[in-house]
């Protein structure tokens, strides 16, 4: 363990798998791609193990099933258009994706279901839809989501509103959602600036140290109806340059506000302690953003321990690569619910002392005693030469 810097104690080991929950604060002292993780064991014959981990990262799980449907009328009247779709199975819908042919419009939508198509049942009542698409954006949101129903057929209403849509296609599914495990951080400093020239509001979000972020959900107080382009960028790296240090970002997230969702912004999971969020409000007025909530993946090590010894987590050892282990690739054979093992305080670990080797003449009167000797013998062989 000499090789890293920190170590933290793990609780007793009562089978053979557990898991690590890694906490939030280590998260500044690890490599970048936490390749310099290790679970050491010290047996009481004092005997070094290492027991082998899989990483794993508490993610949102989708699954997405496509339900098959045949489009079976397509008809209007004074009051709007009507579009039916039969569902030759049993299986359950809550989404449904629509694709209108052409841009800018602004509708509102009912979607009722019915086994006989006699009597009809509401669903969803005035879903909005719309596109927009100009020099600025071009954001369209023609999702409807709903609770699980099972309707041999549903029924698309859109009102007559002075245009006629055109429906080119459908897409029905059951989307089945498992939230991960997620952490909540605190926002040490929330700073906001409005650069009238770029016509941009500017955030910047200070975590106080290093942590995941996944996500970022951001609360619009104005009550107006809104779709603002904005892009999240994270804190990566520092340099020094003659005018000091210069902050680099990258980009998390680049997609839209809008009043029409619930402004959860999620990307993949990125380590850093400060996070830009910029919001184009080109000729608009500027959006009361007054509260964010920031959340970050939940990171566990799934370890296997055979045999006894007292095992501690060790890390921060930026030139370690990534440990190969055998169990990664047997991961089916790792049991789904692992108990936990406690994670202790964090300790430095003291390097043993260096063994320096002495000088040869500890007193400088024996260096000029054999500097005067070595003189001397020169000085007789080149009077010898001399003389020859």
Same mark, same amino acid.
């Given at each position: 363990?000499?090789?890293?810097?920190?170590?933290?104690?793990?609780?007793?080991?009562?089978?053979?798998? +557990?898991?690590?929950?890694?906490?939030?604060? &280590?998260?500044?002292?690890?490599?970048?791609? %936490?390749?310099?993780?290790?679970?050491?064991?010290?047996?009481?014959? =004092?005997?070094? %193990?290492?027991?082998?981990?899989?990483?794993?990262?508490? $993610?949102?799980?989708?699954?997405?099933?496509?339900?098959?449907?045949?489009?079976?009328?397509? #008809? !209007?009247?004074?009051?709007?258009?009507?579009?039916?779709?039969?569902?030759?199975?049993?299986?359950?819908?809550? =989404? @449904?994706?629509?694709?209108?042919?052409?841009?800018?419009? $602004?509708?509102?939508?009912?979607?009722?279901?019915?086994?006989?198509?006699?009597?009809?049942?509401?669903?969803?009542?005035?879903?909005?839809?719309?596109?927009?698409?100009?020099?600025?954006? =071009?954001?369209?949101?023609?999702?409807?989501?709903?609770? #699980?129903?099972? /309707?041999?057929?549903?029924? %698309?209403?859109?009102?007559?509103?002075?245009?006629?849509?055109?429906?080119?296609?459908?897409?029905?599914?059951?989307?089945?959602?498992?939230?991960?495990?997620?952490?909540? !951080?605190? @926002?040490?400093?929330?700073?906001?600036?409005?650069? *009238?020239?770029?016509?941009?509001?500017?955030?910047?979000?200070?975590?106080?140290?290093?942590?995941?972020?996944?996500?970022?959900?951001? +609360?619009?107080?104005?009550?107006?109806?809104?779709?603002?382009?904005?892009?999240?960028?994270?804190?990566?790296?520092?340099?020094?340059?003659? *005018?000091?240090?210069?902050?680099?970002?990258?980009?998390? /997230?680049?997609?839209?506000?809008?009043?029409?969702?619930?402004?959860?912004?999620?990307?993949?999971?990125?380590?850093? $302690?400060?996070?830009?969020?910029?919001? =184009?409000?080109?000729?608009?007025?500027?959006? +009361?953003?007054?509260?964010?909530?920031?959340?970050?993946?939940?990171?566990?090590? !799934?370890?296997?321990?055979?045999?006894?010894?007292?095992?501690?987590?060790? /890390?921060?050892?930026?030139?370690?690569?990534?440990?190969?282990?055998? &169990?990664?690739?047997?991961?089916?054979?790792?049991?789904?619910?692992?108990?936990?093992?406690?994670?202790?305080?964090?300790?430095?670990?003291?390097?043993?002392?260096?063994?320096?080797?002495?000088?040869?003449?500890?007193?400088?009167?024996?260096?000029?005693?054999?500097?005067?000797?070595?003189?001397?013998?020169?000085?007789?062989?080149?009077? +010898?030469?001399?003389?020859?």
């Amino acid at each position: 363990m000499k090789n890293y810097k920190y170590k933290r104690a793990l609780g007793e080991v009562s089978d053979t798998w +557990h898991k690590v929950v890694l906490p939030t604060d &280590i998260f500044g002292k690890v490599s970048a791609g %936490l390749s310099d993780l290790r679970i050491y064991g010290i047996t009481t014959s =004092h005997d070094t %193990l290492e027991a082998p981990y899989v990483l794993r990262v508490t $993610d949102d799980v989708y699954t997405r099933q496509q339900v098959q449907f045949n489009l079976i009328n397509t #008809v !209007h009247n004074s009051k709007g258009y009507y579009y039916t779709f039969e569902v030759p199975t049993s299986a359950g819908i809550n =989404h @449904i994706e629509l694709d209108f042919q052409g841009d800018n419009y $602004d509708r509102y939508v009912n979607l009722e279901g019915s086994q006989d198509q006699k009597e009809w049942y509401v669903i969803l009542k005035e879903s909005r839809v719309l596109s927009i698409k100009n020099a600025q954006t =071009h954001y369209t949101f023609n999702s409807l989501s709903f609770p #699980v129903v099972q /309707y041999q057929y549903l029924r %698309l209403f859109i009102p007559e509103n002075g245009t006629v849509p055109v429906l080119n296609s459908a897409r029905l599914t059951e989307e089945v959602f498992n939230p991960g495990e997620y952490v909540t !951080h605190n @926002i040490q400093n929330t700073e906001s600036t409005e650069n *009238n020239e770029k016509k941009q509001t500017e955030i910047m979000l200070d975590m106080g140290g290093v942590v995941p972020v996944a996500q970022i959900k951001i +609360h619009v107080s104005d009550e107006f109806d809104f779709y603002r382009p904005v892009i999240v960028e994270y804190l990566y790296d520092s340099i020094k340059t003659p *005018n000091g240090w210069k902050e680099r970002y990258r980009t998390a /997230y680049n997609g839209t506000l809008s009043s029409l969702e619930n402004n959860e912004l999620k990307f993949r999971s990125v380590f850093t $302690d400060k996070v830009k969020i910029t919001i =184009h409000n080109f000729d608009n007025n500027p959006l +009361h953003t007054d509260s964010f909530l920031v959340k970050g993946n939940v990171y566990e090590l !799934h370890a296997r321990f055979t045999e006894l010894a007292t095992y501690v987590l060790a /890390y921060g050892n930026d030139r370690s690569a990534t440990p190969n282990y055998d &169990i990664v690739n047997f991961t089916n054979n790792i049991p789904k619910d692992l108990p936990a093992l406690a994670v202790g305080e964090e300790e430095i670990i003291t390097k043993g002392p260096i063994d320096a080797t002495g000088p040869l003449f500890v007193n400088k009167a024996w260096l000029w005693a054999v500097m005067g000797l070595i003189i001397f013998v020169l000085g007789w062989f080149s009077i +010898h030469m001399i003389r020859k």
